[in-house]
């Protein structure tokens, strides 16, 4: 009697590869994850843009060197070009279309002569003023309390409105007074630079 032998089935085997076929799926129940992803990116960028950066950076710049009394940091925050052309002649309160487009004419006239020029009276008040605060004061300190508005005036230029506080201990109480104030400072900002800065400073 002859043995019966076990034989397998033989399977084709296909080198082929499974194509994925992108019809199959029902991108219509996806939609509402990839609105909110969008809008989460959204939501970052302009996070980003107005905690991170942009004209209230300029400010924190400008007020960090201000209690380091670095200079150099200062200046880094101002645009000179800008401090002229807006000078005196510009009210943020009341500020038109036809202010933003002479603005910009003026900033267009400024010469590198007048920004030198400018850019040194600047550099000799901080160092005198830094000079006083070391003579009267044993610690002095600007504090960013708030910032309570950023509005803008035209394409690049923007009213910073910051709440701003002022501390400094005496090293002789008989002959300074200590400070302690404090008061809403609106900076104006142009190109993420300073170019206006409250009456703080200079």
């Known amino acids: 009697m002859e043995e019966e032998k076990n034989v397998e089935p033989q399977v084709e085997v296909s080198n082929?590869?499974?194509?994925?076929?992108?019809?199959?799926?029902?991108?219509?129940?996806?939609?509402?994850w990839a609105?909110?992803?969008?809008?989460?990116?959204?939501v970052?960028?302009?996070l980003v843009a107005l905690l991170g950066g942009g004209p209230k950076k300029a400010v924190k710049g400008f007020i960090s060197g201000m209690n380091k009394q670095n200079a150099s940091k200062i200046l880094k925050n101002i645009d000179?070009?800008?401090?002229?052309?807006?000078?005196?002649s510009y009210d943020e309160d009341d500020f038109s279309k036809d202010d933003y487009d002479n603005f910009i004419e003026d900033y267009k006239e400024i010469d590198k002569?007048?920004?030198?020029?400018?850019?040194?009276?600047?550099?000799?008040?901080m160092e005198d003023s830094f000079d006083d605060m070391k003579d009267e004061?044993?610690?002095?300190?600007?504090?960013?309390?708030?910032?309570?508005?950023?509005?803008?005036?035209?394409?690049?230029l923007y009213a910073v409105d910051a709440k701003i506080s002022v501390e400094a201990k005496p090293k002789d109480k008989d002959e300074t007074d200590e400070i302690d104030e404090s008061d809403?400072?609106?900076?104006?900002?142009?190109?993420?630079?300073?170019?206006?800065?409250?009456?703080?400073?200079f």
């Open 35 to 42: 609105g909110i992803a969008l809008g989460v990116i959204v």
């Open 44 to 46: 970052i960028i302009i």
């Open 184 to 201: 809403t400072v609106t900076f104006i900002v142009y190109k993420n630079k300073l170019i206006s800065f409250g009456g703080i400073g």
């Open 137 to 156: 004061y044993k610690s002095y300190k600007i504090k960013i309390e708030k910032f309570k508005d950023v509005e803008k005036l035209g394409k690049d």
């Open 16 to 32: 082929e590869s499974k194509k994925f076929d992108f019809k199959s799926i029902d991108y219509k129940k996806y939609l509402p």
């Open 80 to 88: 000179f070009a800008g401090m002229s052309a807006w000078g005196y």
């Open 113 to 125: 002569d007048e920004i030198k020029e400018e850019k040194e009276y600047i550099e000799e008040n």
